[in-house]
């Protein structure tokens, strides 16, 4: 295991707000050289740290405006495997992740739809159609802000 400091834990949340930023940038952020971040990057991506960018999208503004998490249990366990269900429902392209889970529900999953009818027939025509699927518990999301999350803090 990679031996994290304040300075890499700075770096890293300057990342998670902007994975597009340049060494330069987070250099000057955290009172060091370019060559000095970029090497600090380096090696936080070849400890497996740092896995990779995501480019993240607005929603909204591309016509989805609705997010719901959905709560699926599998109606039949023994006949339809997990990796049947999970192949069906990852190529639903409104489904944005599929999380298997323990718990109430075998999976979580969150869809975003143009408003609720279009989730509704997402809902009918997709995904209760999928092999297995059963009971299912629909969240609507209202809000959302993204936290730092364990980069805080010592460790």
Same mark, same amino acid.
């Given at each position: ?7 890499? =834990?700075? /770096?890293?949340? !300057? ?6 930023? +340049?060494?330069?940038? $987070?250099?000057?952020?955290?009172? @060091? ?5 970029? =090497?600090? /990057?380096?090696? !936080? ?6 896995? +990779?960018?995501?480019? $993240?999208?607005?929603?909204?503004? @591309? ?10 249990? !599998? ?28 718990? !109430? ?51």
């Amino acid at each position: 295991m990679i031996e994290i400091d304040d300075t890499d =834990r700075a /770096i890293l949340t !300057l990342l998670a707000q902007d994975a597009g930023q +340049g060494a330069g940038a $987070v250099g000057r952020a955290c009172g @060091l050289s370019q060559p000095a971040a970029w =090497r600090r /990057i380096r090696r !936080l991506r070849e400890a497996g740290v740092i896995k +990779g960018q995501r480019l $993240v999208l607005d929603r909204e503004r @591309l016509g989805f405006g609705v997010t719901v998490f959905l709560g699926v249990k !599998l109606a039949t366990k023994g006949r339809v495997s997990l990796e049947d269900f999970e192949r069906a429902v990852g190529a639903i392209p409104e489904v944005q992740t599929v999380e298997h889970v323990l718990g !109430l529900y075998d999976y979580r999953l969150r869809v975003v739809a143009r408003d609720l009818p279009d989730f509704e027939r997402v809902l009918r025509r997709r995904i209760m159609t999928l092999p297995g699927a059963g009971e299912v518990e629909a969240n609507v999301l209202l809000s959302e802000e993204r936290r730092p999350g364990p980069l805080q803090g010592g460790g």
